[in-house]
C-alpha cells in the first residue's frame, strides 16, 4: 500500500508563489521534484500574502488539522519572516522575539512534525540587515525546539540571479526563474526530509 504522506505548506507570499506566472512558486516545484524522484505526496499549499509569522501560527491548527489528521505521515512546512521585518511608521510588524515566538506557538500547536524555511532577501539593504538577524534568530530556536531549518536567506542575499528577478517586479517577489532557483535551495533538505521516517 502506498504511503499516505501528506503536507501542509504554510506561511506567506513566497508560500502562495506571489509573482510567478507558472503559478508553481517554490512548494509546487518542491512537490513536483518528489513525484519525479518517487515520492508521491499529497500537498496543500496554504500561503498568504501579507503575513507575520504570529499569523501564520495563529491559521496552523484550524486549516491545517483537516488535512493532515486522516494521514499515516502528515507533515508541516512553514515559512515565514520577510513580513515581519517590514516597517511601518517607523515599526516593524513584528519584533524577532515576537517572530521566534510564532515557531514556538506553532511547535507547541501540532504533534505533526515540523520543518522552517526561513525567509529570502528583498531588495532592500536596510530590511535585508534585519532579516539576517531574524533569520539567524530563527536557526538557533529551530535548534532549540529540534526543528529542521533551511536558510534560503544566505543563498538569495548573495544570488544575482535572485536579486535581478525581485528587481524587476517588486522588490520582494520573483518570477519563474526566481522561483526555480528558490526551489533549488528548499527541495534536497525538504526531500530528505520527508523521505525520512517521522519522528516518533
Avoid: K
Amino acid at each position: 500500500m502506498a504511503r499516505d504522506l501528506r503536507v501542509c505548506f504554510v506561511g506567506d507570499s513566497y508560500v502562495a508563489g506571489t509573482g510567478d506566472p507558472t503559478a508553481l512558486g517554490w512548494p509546487g516545484r518542491v512537490v513536483a521534484e518528489a513525484f519525479a524522484s518517487g515520492l508521491p505526496v499529497t500537498a496543500y499549499n496554504l500561503g498568504v500574502r501579507g503575513e507575520t509569522g504570529p499569523q501564520v501560527a495563529r491559521r496552523i491548527p484550524v486549516e491545517t488539522a483537516p488535512r493532515l489528521a486522516p494521514a499515516d505521515d502528515p507533515r508541516l512546512v512553514v515559512s515565514f519572516g520577510a513580513n515581519d521585518t517590514v516597517e511601518r511608521d517607523g515599526q516593524v510588524r513584528a519584533s524577532i522575539g515576537q517572530t521566534v515566538g510564532a515557531l514556538r506557538d506553532i511547535r507547541a500547536a501540532t504533534d505533526v512534525p515540523v520543518l522552517l524555511v526561513g525567509p529570502p532577501a528583498v531588495d532592500d539593504a536596510q530590511q535585508n540587515e534585519r532579516l539576517m538577524t531574524t533569520n539567524a534568530a530563527l536557526a538557533e530556536e529551530a535548534g532549540r525546539l529540534r526543528v529542521p531549518f533551511v536558510d534560503t536567506f544566505t543563498a538569495t542575499n548573495a544570488s544575482a540571479l535572485w536579486r535581478q528577478q525581485i528587481r524587476e517586479w517588486d522588490g520582494y517577489h520573483p518570477g519563474a526563474e526566481g522561483y526555480a532557483y528558490l526551489a533549488a535551495v528548499v527541495a534536497p533538505p525538504v526531500l530528505d526530509w520527508l523521505r525520512s521516517e517521522p519522528p516518533r
